[in-house]
């Protein structure tokens, strides 16, 4: 696995292009997971305030293209962060030092430059959301407010225009996306989202309109592709799959597979798709399989936050009293077991408030919880830090990001005392740039 080295070879040249291999280079990538786990708590939201009408939400992508069009410029000022300790995506620089914010990235030239007190803190690379699903401006707000500054909406189901009025927004968290996932008819996502209503032609009906299905998410700006495993039936088949993934590497661009259970994670695995979603919930995934994960180089985003408060799990997962009782020992488990063998994990909340979300899970604050859960899950303060900076950063081939040096982002976390050492210190914030902008709550 040749994740977590030093050298990770940045060429600015290259940002913005596509590599050769699989993955999207630029890859707005994003997928999105609802656990079938919540369904039954998802339906009784949909009678609550989870769903909007589509009146408001055409006023949010109002909102958020117009922020757009009067939000045009990037960072322009000069700040040294000085008396910090960095963590630069790779390791803890135990010395003090000090950081350049040269307009929009970061810099090496302190003259003239406003001096900011880092008071003997920790500076680390703006954090990533590797699984959520923002629907309007106040998402990124709280998002941004946390230090989120690059994140992976991992669908927009219901409207791909709402995702597009989030992307590029000036000061604000960098928003990539999937559009719509692969769900076949019927199946509880589908359902979930109305997606036959949405979009006749969005849901899959056979194995060989994939490609084509691949190629329309991309003709409406997918920036990767996602694909739902669904934890009982209907649910797209194996050769759906690995229709879907194939025809999406021939094109150059990743996927992301949402999986809650043992069957639907072994589908995925099976695949080959590269960022598996959530965690199985039904059990412990076998070593034939975790093996099989590495070998394909798969990356895990666990969201185990979504666990903690699963009402109606009993019921949509068939779960038997004995095996409810085990899930906050399973997904644990789970995740120690795929960090052991050498799974790259991927720090992911699902978040979701609005428009068919899985679930009211708030934006931002997640994200500290996450890295919290998989602290004590068995994942060192290392690589949990990494999870949510260089990583990424590294599986999504973003190499303008997710680490502290010349020339790259100025996104940036300044939080008091010592995440390496206690993790919830990420949760004490100080402040946030995006791309130079100090985001201002
Ligand atoms: C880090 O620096 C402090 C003083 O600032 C020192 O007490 C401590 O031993 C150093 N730790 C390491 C691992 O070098
Ligand atoms: C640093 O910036 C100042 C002011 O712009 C400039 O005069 C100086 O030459 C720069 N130093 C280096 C080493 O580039
Ligand atoms: C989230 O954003 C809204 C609107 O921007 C704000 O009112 C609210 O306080 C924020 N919540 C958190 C937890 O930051
Ligand atoms: C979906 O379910 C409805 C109601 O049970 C049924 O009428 C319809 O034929 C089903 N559609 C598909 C594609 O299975
Ligand atoms: C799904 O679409 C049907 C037909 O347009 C509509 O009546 C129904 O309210 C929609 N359900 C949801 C949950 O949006
Ligand atoms: C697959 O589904 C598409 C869309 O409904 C349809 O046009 C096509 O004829 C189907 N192909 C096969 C082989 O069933
Ligand atoms: C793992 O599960 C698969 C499918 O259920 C099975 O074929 C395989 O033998 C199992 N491997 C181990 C080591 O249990
Ligand atoms: C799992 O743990 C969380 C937090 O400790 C708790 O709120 C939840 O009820 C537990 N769930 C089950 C199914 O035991
Ligand atoms: C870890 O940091 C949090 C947040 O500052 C604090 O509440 C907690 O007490 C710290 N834990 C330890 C063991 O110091
Ligand atoms: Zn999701």
Not at 96 to 113: K, Y
Not at 157 to 163: F, V
Request: hydrophobic share 40%; charged share 15%.
């Amino acid at each position: 696995m040749a994740v977590g080295n030093h050298e990770l070879q940045i060429d600015l040249n290259e940002i913005g292009k596509r590599n050769s291999a699989s993955k999207p280079l630029h890859p707005n990538m994003l997928s999105l997971l609802i656990l079938p786990l919540l369904i039954h708590h998802i339906q009784a939201c949909f009678h609550h305030s989870v769903k909007r009408d589509e009146e408001t939400m055409a006023a949010d992508i109002a909102a958020a293209n117009l922020r757009k069009r009067e939000h045009t410029r990037l960072g322009n000022r000069k700040i040294a962060i000085t008396n910090v300790h960095v963590f630069d995506g790779f390791e803890y620089h135990n010395e003090t030092s000090t950081v350049v914010i040269d307009g929009s990235i970061i810099g090496t030239n302190s003259t003239g430059a406003i001096e900011i007190d880092g008071n003997g803190g920790t500076l680390l690379p703006g954090l990533f959301d590797n699984h959520n699903h923002p629907t309007n401006l106040a998402d990124l707000n709280n998002l941004s407010a946390y230090g989120v500054t690059t994140t992976m909406c991992m669908s927009c189901w219901t409207n791909s225009d709402l995702c597009a009025s989030l992307r590029n927004q000036i000061g604000l968290t960098d928003l990539y996306s999937s559009g719509y996932s692969a769900v076949v008819p019927n199946s509880s996502h589908a359902l979930f989202i109305n997606a036959t209503t949405v979009d006749n032609n969005a849901v899959i009906r056979n194995t060989s309109m994939c490609p084509g299905w691949v190629r329309d998410r991309i003709t409406t700006g997918s920036d990767f592709i996602k694909l739902v495993a669904e934890a009982y039936e209907p649910t797209m088949n194996q050769a759906e799959h690995n229709a879907i993934v194939k025809a999406s590497h021939e094109l150059g661009y990743s996927t992301a597979t949402h999986a809650s259970t043992l069957t639907a994670y072994e589908m995925a695995i099976d695949s080959g798709s590269d960022w598996i979603q959530h965690t199985p919930a039904d059990g412990l995934l076998n070593d034939s399989y975790v093996a099989k994960m590495v070998a394909n180089g798969q990356h895990s985003t666990p969201t185990m936050n979504i666990y903690q408060n699963v009402e109606g799990a009993q019921v949509s997962l068939h779960l038997t009293d004995e095996q409810l009782s085990q899930l906050n020992q399973t997904i644990p488990a789970n995740v120690k077991k795929l960090y052991d063998a050498g799974v790259p994990i991927l720090a992911g909340t699902d978040s979701s408030l609005n428009y068919g979300g899985p679930a009211l899970i708030p934006f931002g604050a997640t994200l500290h919880k996450e890295l919290e859960l998989l602290v004590q899950a068995g994942v060192s303060n290392l690589d949990v830090l990494k999870a949510a900076t260089s990583r990424p950063a590294q599986v999504y081939n973003m190499l303008d990001r997710g680490v502290i040096a010349p020339g790259l982002r100025a996104d940036l976390l300044l939080v008091r005392g010592n995440p390496l050492v206690n993790i919830s210190k990420t949760r004490e914030i100080e402040k946030v740039w995006i791309t130079g902008i100090e985001y201002d709550t």
